[in-house]
């Protein structure tokens, strides 16, 4: 993984400056479609739960700010040397969503913004937990740190998080059958059928066919379900050309830290996975130099950044690992012009205006795939690293975690002394996958011996072949 690869073009200054614009561009295009995707699904849950829209924190426009400066913040502690784009993360979702749906204690009589910004508390403490994970690296080795957080638990909890949020996907879809399945229907054909460039943004194919479909049933008189109207775009004329996001400082609660701090070892997972994906690409040992302590450093002071200004957690993007392969112009350079585009994007609330008016059934089309992707990344990231099932230590961990993060549909909550705390069906799951794998005897799980299984670690959506060892 250390000889850079024939025929590919490390300093893209070579090219010219429009060139390297398109470039930075088309790296734009391939994150903007998940990344948008979140805070929608994000919103629709608070305005669900809540009955109440975001007016501020988690809209496009925050999180498009906190992608653009995530990214430029890995960059610097990267050395700038790593090639990677960092969108909002998909595995908070079920976060979120809990969150969103919280009715006791303090959260009983709660507004959605409110809400809001006690869930991105949680993820600031979740950005922390990186530095933690980062420094351990950086004393004891990778090895012996990954030897505790083997497949046989992240997998499963990976799995965990896409089942949990099932239910949602269904709701949404429901308001209009047919617009939904176009938008699954036109993810699937470009996922599989799709070539270049198309082949790495079926998400986004998905949102702007479905969407173009949206406004032609609206303009011919079609309806939802229930006889609302398809699309409205009142709001659109009422939004300025030039504005400021709406940022919105975070808050801070134990609940909400112990519902989303958990997710991060399924995203640390992942941003290690998408380190070693991005080397087999490049054809550099991006976890030697600059270090995969330096990289999980830039990744959650991105994550804790976004959570403190009202936006979702950040992680690597395999989207653009896959543009890397297809355009074969590996310069860091030209990340960092596509995170000045998605800044840039963010001050201009009119565009966030067009993307809100995204009807409810395109996202449960959307979320319909997504959600069982994420659940089938999961046993991918159990299959690929060869898990022993038949052993009865690896059955009782992968039992053990999915009945409790499937099961504890509530929660569990305890007090001590006058305050209430509640652990998330994830967290109680992740807990008790992590002690059962230190318990039990017959952990066999090395990093770095199987790389191909290495680089399936996490919640990535790269279509690309991500397993070429070097």
């Not at 173009?212 to 398809?230: E, F, K, Q, R, V």
């Not at 290690?272 to 490049?282: F, H, N």
């Not at 330096?294 to 002071?301: E, F, N, Q, S, V």
């Not at 992740?430 to 794998?437: M, V």
Request: proline letters at 4%; glycine letters at 12%; a positive charge.
């Amino acid at each position: 993984m250390d000889k850079k690869k024939e025929g590919t073009i490390r300093d893209a200054r070579s090219l010219g400056v429009p060139k390297m614009l398109l470039l930075g561009l088309q790296h734009m295009f391939a994150m903007f479609g998940a990344t948008i995707l979140v805070p929608i699904l994000v919103g629709g849950y608070f305005t669900a739960a809540c009955g109440e829209s975001l007016t501020r924190g988690l809209t496009v426009s925050i999180t498009l700010f906190c992608a653009g400066i995530g990214t430029l913040l890995f960059h610097v502690c990267s050395k700038m040397k790593v090639p990677a784009f960092l969108g909002s993360s998909f595995a908070f979702l079920g976060g979120f969503y809990t969150i969103a749906n919280m009715n006791t204690g303090i959260y009983a009589a709660m507004s959605a913004n409110d809400k809001a910004a006690y869930a991105c508390g949680g993820i600031v403490i979740a950005g922390l937990m990186y530095l933690i994970l980062a420094l351990i690296i950086k004393i004891v080795g990778v090895k012996r740190v990954m030897h505790f957080l083997p497949p046989v638990v992240t997998g499963p909890i990976i799995i965990c998080i896409g089942l949990g949020l099932a239910g949602s996907a269904i709701s949404n879809a429901s308001a209009n059958w047919l617009l939904a399945i176009i938008a699954l229907a036109t993810i699937i054909i470009f996922n599989i059928w799709g070539k270049g460039m198309f082949r790495i943004i079926p998400i986004l194919m998905g949102v702007v066919i479905s969407y173009i479909a949206a406004i032609i049933m609206n303009a011919c008189g079609m309806t939802n379900a229930d006889g609302s109207a398809i699309i409205s775009f009142g709001t659109v004329a009422a939004s300025n050309w030039v504005g400021l996001p709406g940022f919105q400082l975070c808050k801070f609660d134990i609940t909400a830290i112990f519902v989303m701090a958990p997710i991060a070892i399924a995203t640390m997972m992942e941003h290690i996975g998408d380190m070693s994906a991005i080397s087999a690409t490049v054809g550099e040992n991006f976890l030697a130099d600059p270090g995969l302590h330096r990289t999980l450093i830039g990744d959650g002071l991105a994550t804790a950044f976004a959570g403190i200004v009202g936006g979702p957690a950040n992680t690597t993007y395999g989207e653009n690992t896959g543009v890397l392969e297809l355009s074969r112009v590996h310069d860091p350079r030209v990340i960092r012009i596509a995170a000045v585009f998605a800044i840039v994007l963010s001050f201009i609330p009119k565009f966030s205006a067009i993307i809100s008016t995204m009807p409810s059934a395109i996202i449960g089309g959307v979320s319909f795939m997504l959600y069982g992707m994420i659940s089938a990344i999961g046993v991918r990231n159990v299959v690929e690293n060869k898990v022993d099932l038949t052993k009865s230590r690896n059955l009782i961990i992968a039992a053990v975690i999915l009945v409790s993060g499937l099961g504890f549909s509530s929660g569990l909550t305890f007090h001590i002394g006058s305050t209430s705390i509640t652990l998330t069906a994830l967290a109680i799951a992740a807990l008790a996958g992590i002690l059962l794998n230190i318990i039990l005897p017959g952990n066999e799980y090395e990093f770095g011996k199987n790389p191909s299984g290495d680089i399936n670690r996490g919640v990535s959506f790269n279509p690309s072949n991500k397993t070429e060892e070097n």
